[in-house]
């Protein structure tokens, strides 16, 4: 199974005025924006059962020795990796944003 998960979070703090006067402004955004695409490989349906209003509930499983195989090939090094390279220039692209944004304030 794979699941991609982009976050993005914005924290900006501001302080104004001094000594007694001295205020802080502190501004946080966080988003989140998940896209699950599921591969189930190697899974294999150990029980399924209909539901009242006509649907179906499929329990689905993996045995020991494909659990392992396929967190092996997760754990593979990402070097040169084009999936590695996209996410780097996700997080680069909110860095990026965030920047703007505190531009922006001012």
Known sequence: MQAEVQNMVKQYAETTG???DETVDQVN???TKQITKQTL???KIFRQMPTPS???VVLVG???DTVNQL???ALKTSMNNEKALWQKFQAQKSFDEMREEMLNMN
Do not use: I, N, P, R
């Open 54 to 56: 006509g649907g179906m």
């Open 62 to 64: 993996l045995d020991a």
């Open 71 to 73: 967190a092996e090939e």
């Open 41 to 43: 490989t190697g899974s």
């Open 18 to 20: 001094t000594a007694d």
């Open 29 to 31: 955004s966080v988003t």
